[in-house]
């Protein structure tokens, strides 16, 4: 699998990444995957080449990060062999000082997910939101005493505005700290809202862009009902059936599964698709994507029944 730069940065991954949301502990959700039916899944993504591990705190309020520290120290040699992902702003527990970007919040949630994960550095700490309680120039702060204590190398943030995110990085490079090198954010071709301006940002201030949510929670496989048991415990993002006809077309045409398509175009955009698989063929549908090149008509036809819809998802 090919590694590409996030960003304007010296950070490598692999052109598809694994998002560990889905494994935790059943008895808080039914389709969290324990340790056990995760591992399979893991290993296929490391012998396929992907080298990103995406996770959070408050996925199955720190199981996730339990889970994925573990596999990754059993299936990698070397903790430099991959780059490990998460987050912090949810809250962790009932404390008024157990969630948010203060820096309270921030430095004990890095020591906690230290802890979790089993190392002794994050490779990317990514703003799960905006805070709109805390000061950014507090936030930007704190982060940056992360990477200079070496538990940080690099920052992210994920799902907030254009002006939030921008806002963000001017706090840090006015302070001459630490800046984020990636955003993370909801795309995939039924909702490309993220074309306003987040993205156009990304692009001109040299982030890299990491894509959740890549196939709509099951939408873009082209099943109907969703085809996840997550799909089906959840609201799901409003469908565009012309986006999934058109999907379902140019899939046919090349004779792969749509999820395949839907990979493939996101990864002619320049971003990181991160596949969150919970059966092995799922991650089998993403490791082939990354050796689907589409056309620009093939992509033209995909993008052209789009219509803009109200953004969301932006609170927390």
């Given amino acids: ?19 560990m949301m889905s494994y935790g502990d059943p008895a808080q959700a039914p389709w969290f995957l324990p340790e056990d039916r995760a591992e399979p899944i893991v ?4 012998e396929g080449g992907v080298t990103l591990f995406d996770t959070a705190d408050m996925y199955s309020s720190g199981v996730s990060e339990e889970i994925t520290g573990r596999l990754l120290r059993k299936l990698f040699a070397r903790r430099e ?3 490990l992902a ?28 230290l802890r979790r994960l089993g190392t002794d550095h994050i490779d990317l700490y990514q703003v799960h939101r905006w805070d709109a ?32 995110l921008a806002k963000m990085q001017h706090a840090a490079r006015r302070a001459g700290g630490a800046r984020f090198v990636s955003m993370q954010t909801r795309y995939n071709l039924a909702y ?11 692009a001109d201030a040299g982030l890299g862009v990491l894509a959740y949510s890549p196939l709509a929670r099951g939408l873009l496989t082209g099943r109907t009902g969703g085809g996840t048991v997550r799909a089906e415990h959840e609201a799901r993002a409003p469908e565009s059936e012309a986006v999934v006809e058109a999907l379902r077309a140019v899939a046919e045409g090349r004779g792969v599964p749509p999820a395949q398509v839907a990979l493939a175009w996101l990864l002619g955009k320049g971003s990181v698709p991160l596949v969150g698989a919970t059966k092995l063929h799922h991650l089998d549908d ?22 803009p819809r109200e953004p969301f998802g932006y609170a927390w």
């Fill in 192 to 202: 490309r809202e993220e074309e306003r301006e987040v993205i156009p940002y990304c």
């Fill in 133 to 164: 309680e805390t000061p950014v120039e507090e936030t930007m702060a704190a982060l940056d005493d992360a990477v200079r204590a070496g538990k940080v190398r690099h920052l992210g943030a994920s799902l907030m505005y254009g002006w939030q």
């Fill in 286 to 307: 993403a490791l082939a994507a990354a050796e689907l090149g589409l056309t620009p008509d093939e992509s033209a036809a995909l993008e052209a029944p789009y219509r």
């Fill in 1 to 19: 699998m090919d590694h590409i730069r996030v960003g304007s940065s010296g950070l490598k991954v692999s052109a598809i990444g694994l998002g």
């Fill in 43 to 46: 290993r296929r993504a490391v």
């Fill in 81 to 83: 062999e991959y780059v």
């Fill in 86 to 113: 998460t987050k912090v702003c949810f809250p962790m527990g009932p404390g008024p000082n157990d969630r948010g970007l203060s820096r309270k919040h921030v430095l004990a949630s890095v020591d906690a997910s």
